[in-house]
């Protein structure tokens, strides 16, 4: 009697790679994703994102001001933690100066509005006319967080749940 045949489990590599495929599968085009009531709320909006350096804050700077998203909004508004305008503007991530400034320049770029402040602060840090620009907003996503890991939990979150009420 023969034993049955049975095949190797996938090495890592190509469990990576297979789970990779399926993930890609599973995702949708925006298109097909309910962006046509992410539409809908975002028309004729200006939209505030406090935190717009970070990993999730860039990564809504990027969609906000790409089609089709960049078509509904009136404006974005993105507060970003520097001591001045060039630091801010330094730290917006090379990719979304390029799409913002080069690939979509009549429209996205006219839309974005880069502050600098500091959301842990009163009024976001923001002098009066910034804090002004950022008080016309219509939609404000906080995106802001402390990194410095070491601070007591309720120290880090009161940063956070505080900056919606700093406006």
């Given amino acids: ?46 939209v505030l994102v406090a935190g717009a ?43 979304l100066k390029f799409e913002t400034f080069y690939k979509h320049p009549s429209s996205a770029a006219a839309k974005l509005i880069v502050l600098y402040g500091d959301c842990s602060k009163p009024n976001l840090g923001l002098d009066d006319d910034d804090l002004k620009t950022a008080q016309q907003a219509t939609i404000v996503i906080n995106a802001a967080a402390d990194t410095r890991f070491m601070r007591p939990l309720s120290d880090a979150l009161s940063g956070v749940v505080r900056t919606p009420f700093n406006i």
Avoid: W
Wanted: proline share 10%; aromatic share 4%.
């Fill in 1 to 46: 009697m023969t034993p049955p045949t049975t095949t190797p489990p996938p090495s890592y590599s190509e469990a990576c790679a297979t789970t990779a495929k399926q993930l890609d599968a599973s995702l949708q085009p925006a298109s097909d994703c309910g962006s046509r009531e992410v539409v809908s709320a975002l028309e004729r909006s200006t």
């Fill in 53 to 95: 350096a970070g990993l999730v804050g860039t990564q809504l700077l990027h969609r906000l001001l790409s089609p089709p998203f960049e078509a509904a909004v009136k404006q974005v508004i993105a507060i970003i933690r520097a001591t001045n305008s060039r630091e801010a503007a330094d730290k917006l991530p090379e990719f």
